[in-house]
Structure formats: C-alpha cells, structure tokens
C-alpha cells in the first residue's frame, strides 16, 4: 500500500532512511519542512507500507515554473533522491504511483535524481557526476592523499595564516555563498532557506568560517549524514582566490570532520567539462556519473535547463553584472524554482 507522509509519521520514515544503506541525507523527511517552508512548493513524500512497516519511500517535489517548466523531481533542490526500497515490490509500487501522480498533475516530466542506474529504458542526463572518497583515520595520510599541486594550495592557505572556525549563524555563509554565485551569473536563494536548514536539521547541518585576522574570507554548509560529510553549499570573497581561501577550507572541512570519526567525504555534483569538475578532480577524486533518468510525460525530451546551454548566456552575463545587493532580492524569486 502507498501513503503519502505527514508530520505524525516523520519518525517512522527517518528511522528506514537510517537503516538503508541506499538512502541520503537528502531523503529524510525534514526535508518536507524546508521545501514547504522555503520555496512553497508542494511536496508529495511516499511511502509504501507492508503488514505496518515501511518498505520504501520516494520523496516527491512539484515544480510548476512559467520560466523553468512543469515538473515532479526527486528531489529538488537536491543532488541525489529516486526510490528506496527494500524489496523489489516496494520499489515497483512506488515508480507506478510517481508515474500516474506526473500524469495527474499534468507535468512534462518526472525526473528520479538516482546515484546508481534504475531504469536502463528510461532517458537520462549525461551531465552530472559525483566525487566521494573514503577517508583514513589518520588526519595526516588524508593530507598526503591529495595530489601534490593540490596539496601546495592548501599550503598556501595555511602559510598565510588563514583559520577556520565553525559558526553558529548563516550571516557569513551567507555573504560568501552568495557573491560567489553571483559572480557565476546564477541566482541566489534566499537567506531565509539557509536559516531554515540549520533550524530543522540542527548539529547536522554545520557552517565552517575561514578567517583572516577575523576577516571573512569563506565560508561553506556542510550536512553530517551517518558517517558522511557532504560539503554543499560554499562560497570564497575576493580575496579567497589570493589566499587559496576555498582550498584550505575543504582541507579545514575534511580534517574536523576525520577528527569526529567521519569515513566517506562527499564533494557533491559536478557538471562535467565545469570549473568545479575540474577542481574537486584535482583533489584525487574520482567522478563517479550520476543517473537523473526520466519519465517523459507532455515533454519530448528532457529539460535542458542549466548553465551550459547556450540560450542562457546572456542572462548569465548580465547577472554577473548586477550588484550583490540586488541579486539577493531578486536571486530567490528565481531559484526557488531551479531544479
């Protein structure tokens, strides 16, 4: 039988997204709190249910965009969702009640934001990679680990005298993160969602400050999941650059987190052919592709909406150009409903 989940039943989810070896910290069910509360899109969490137990669950997210199209993502604005399941069944029940939901709303498509290959039949992006790698015990072999060129970088930080300390509010990510998208020419979300993570996902949710002389100079939120680190959402200031500000802060990242027995560090997703592919590579991760596979319903093909596709240029540009206040006013009304 398929449910769809309500507060009441946030504890039973959770505790099958922790036992799972194949679920995220992107399926647990806080994640209904924030969508709703940031972006006001509806959600529709499902789950199957078997003699009382939950089987499987599919977290859902509508996005209904004049700019950006019609579409049911799992899960927006997340790198990893699809199905969990854990028998065969589940899984088939779960697919078949997404299907018949994208076909009621009437969308152009449903899109299952899967780490590994479902659904060989079905469409997918070639876009998208992910970077994890296992870490040691040993803080100092995870320095070794990176490759060379890399590891100067980091060195340079240090030699500078660059520090890192963990903050308690979102100001300083705030600023950083959104003068770096900003200056990629993409939107911002809003303060207000950044907030909301910390506040529904507590001490997983941690935001790591590096300081020059108490001068911010970068900073970046990252997610404890089970034993995983997901680094997600950072930013560097001018400065950054000179300084090697970005470098040595996922270095400050990956350290604290091997400090508290963390084992996997997760560099998130990466579009092929982009700077940040290039950067998380150079570090001696290893892309591992990523499987968005749809399910066509009033489209023909797959949305092309990301900023690589060349009708987009311009706007790109023109962003790039606008000042940081303004892009913070204006940035949320757009990416809330970028997938």
């Keep these: 039988m398929i449910k769809t989940l309500d507060v009441a039943n946030y504890s039973r989810w959770n505790s099958f997204v922790q036992e799972s070896t194949e679920a995220t910290f992107f399926h647990q069910a806080g994640w209904q709190e924030v969508i709703k509360k940031a972006f006001g899109h509806k959600t529709y969490f499902l789950y199957a249910e078997t003699d009382g137990n939950i089987t499987g669950i599919l977290p859902l997210v509508h996005i209904n965009s004049l700019f950006f199209g019609n579409t049911l993502v799992s899960i927006a604005p997340c790198v990893y969702g699809g199905i969990v399941a854990s028998d065969e069944q589940s899984y088939l029940e779960l697919d078949n009640e997404a299907c018949h939901l994208a076909e009621t709303l009437g969308v152009d498509c449903l899109e299952m934001r899967n780490r590994v290959q479902k659904q060989p039949e079905r469409p997918y992006k070639e876009l998208y990679v992910s970077f994890r790698k296992e870490l040691d015990a040993d803080v100092e072999k995870n320095f070794l680990a990176i490759p060379r060129k890399q590891r100067a970088m980091v060195r340079k930080g240090i030699e500078a005298g660059l520090t890192s300390v963990i903050d308690n509010n979102i100001d300083r990510i705030y600023r950083a993160y959104s003068e770096s998208v900003r200056n990629l020419g993409t939107p911002v979300f809003s ?149």
């Design 191 to 339: 303060k207000k969602y950044f907030q909301i993570l910390k506040d529904v996902f507590g001490e997983q949710c941690e935001v790591l400050t590096v300081e020059l002389n108490g001068q911010l100079i970068a900073s970046v939120m990252s997610f404890y999941f089970k034993d995983e680190i997901l680094p997600y959402y950072g930013g560097g200031t001018d400065l950054a650059r000179e300084l090697k500000g970005n470098d040595f802060m996922y270095w400050e990242v990956m350290r604290r987190a091997v400090e508290k027995g963390t084992k996997v560090f997760d560099y998130g997703r990466s579009k092929i052919g982009t700077g940040s592919y290039s950067f998380k590579k150079n570090w001696g991760f290893i892309p591992e592709p990523l499987f968005y596979e749809f399910y066509l319903v009033k489209s023909t093909s797959m949305p092309d909406i990301n900023p690589l596709n060349p009708k987009y240029r311009l706007f790109i540009a023109a962003w790039k150009r606008l000042p940081l206040a303004i892009s913070q006013v204006i940035g949320p009304w757009l990416s809330k409903d970028l997938s």
